[in-house]
């Protein structure tokens, strides 16, 4: 009897097994996560290397394994070129069996890629794709969109500045897409709000003497002049402004796109009085400081919103694989949006039903150099935009927020 009970309890325990084997479905053995970035170029101090640090990050505090199976890391330089970074997802995705692609600067990457994911039917989440377009018109099952797009950073900015008082507005803007969408984006929610735009002037992208616009600006007479361009334009414009005493002169600049990184590169003296959104800020609470310290040990500097952001989707990702017990794109995709995303990164954060992350942003104005009393202490936090305030409703033109 003793042996033919041992014998139950044998098949039992198989059976359990086979059971637990038949729910937790780990493609490969092995769940790995490629971070296509730029790693030499333009956008390789805001993302690049902090983004491969980052992602690791959260790979090693997450225990290096997911129910039972190891994760791995590879790393790619797209060049800031659609058709290598597309290549190189094509490549991943097929060749390599990546689960999963994470960061990728430039909105013309990003859509790339994510037209590739969409192939593949693999995920991908982006974030420091900027174009609303991402989860507007071109939105998919597939691709989230994480930290920040246009629509919020052009009107999030322009919204908090008008309701402070900043209610006429100049813009120097990119003569390019990216420059144009923020302009427009921006320059509705100022009218919008009672505010009015006096004009604008348009320098192309890498102008290497920007003095005759930042001089149209400063003419205006404009409270706010609003920076809607990317970098190399946007740091310039602002470095030139302070040689030509705009702030001193009463008038305000507001960047729709600048990173801690910029301002650490042009330093207090010529950054200081700069407006400008962003989601994360390293010194904001006990848990930015404790997360961007372990960070700045590794890379000697603190992380940008981009940087940051890639630590906090790629840690919900693993954590909705170890509760859905598959690595299924769709099902991880579903349980990453049902539940709210509330970490060092995130306030009030919630994954949308059009795949783009909602979350809290933060108007900040760029300290004096006298106000800084340590390394990398530039912010001072002057008002939260919650997050259906910054990037508004879901885009008609997207059908995942259409059911």
């Known amino acids: 009897m003793f042996a033919r009970n041992l014998s139950r309890l044998a098949v039992l325990a198989t059976a359990m097994l086979a059971s637990t084997a038949a729910l937790t479905q780990i493609s490969d053995d092995v769940v790995k996560i490629g971070v296509l970035t730029d790693m030499n170029g333009p956008a390789a101090t805001p993302t690049g290397q902090g983004s491969v640090t980052a992602a690791q990050m959260a790979i090693d505090d997450f ?15 797209h060049q800031l070129k659609p058709d290598i970074g597309g290549g190189i997802a094509r490549r991943w995705y097929d060749v390599d069996q990546v689960d999963l692609i994470v960061d990728v600067p430039v909105s013309a990457v990003g859509l790339a890629v994510q037209g590739i994911a969409n192939e593949k039917k693999k995920l991908f989440i982006t974030h420091s794709t900027l174009t609303a377009d991402f989860h507007g018109k071109f939105c998919s099952p597939y691709a989230m969109q994480w930290v920040i797009d246009t629509r919020s950073l052009a009107a999030g900015t322009a919204q908090a500045v008008v309701k402070r008082g900043g209610d006429s507005w100049f813009f120097i803007t990119d003569d390019y897409a990216f420059g144009h969408s923020l302009e427009r984006d921006a320059s509705s929610v100022v009218t919008a709000n009672g ?19 930042v001089l149209q600006a ?16 946007n ?22 796109l600048a990173l801690i990184t910029d301002i650490h590169s042009l330093g207090l003296p010529a950054a200081q009085g700069l407006l400008l959104t ?6 904001m609470d006990d848990k930015t400081r404790e997360w961007s310290k372990r960070y700045f040990a590794k890379m000697n500097r603190m992380p ?26 769709l099902k991880v995709a579903a349980k990453m949006r049902e539940k709210p995303i509330e970490d060092f990164f995130s306030r009030n ?14 108007l900040v104005q760029v300290k ?25 409703p879901p885009d008609p033109a997207c059908a995942m927020a259409r059911k």
């Open 63 to 77: 225990g290096g394994k997911v129910l039972g199976k190891p994760i791995s890391i590879i790393v790619g330089d």
């Open 195 to 213: 505010g009015k735009v006096l004009g604008s002037v348009r320098p192309p992208l890498a102008t290497p003497d920007l003095s005759s616009f």
């Open 218 to 233: 400063q003419a205006s007479k404009a409270k706010i002049i609003g920076i809607a361009a990317g970098p190399p334009n």
């Open 235 to 256: 740091m310039n414009e602002i470095k030139t402004a302070a040689e030509f005493g705009v702030l001193k002169g009463g008038q305000q600049m507001a960047a729709l």
């Open 278 to 283: 962003t989601s994360f800020y390293w010194d």
């Open 304 to 329: 940008t919103m981009w940087q940051a952001g890639v630590y906090s989707s790629v840690m919900s990702y693993l954590n909705a694989i170890k509760e859905t017990g598959t690595d299924e794109p």
């Open 349 to 362: 954060g919630r994954l949308r039903e059009d795949n783009l992350m909602v979350h809290d942003l933060w």
């Open 368 to 392: 004096k150099p006298e106000e800084s009393k340590y390394p990398w202490d530039y912010y001072q936090i002057l008002a939260k935009i919650p997050g259906d305030e910054a990037f508004g």
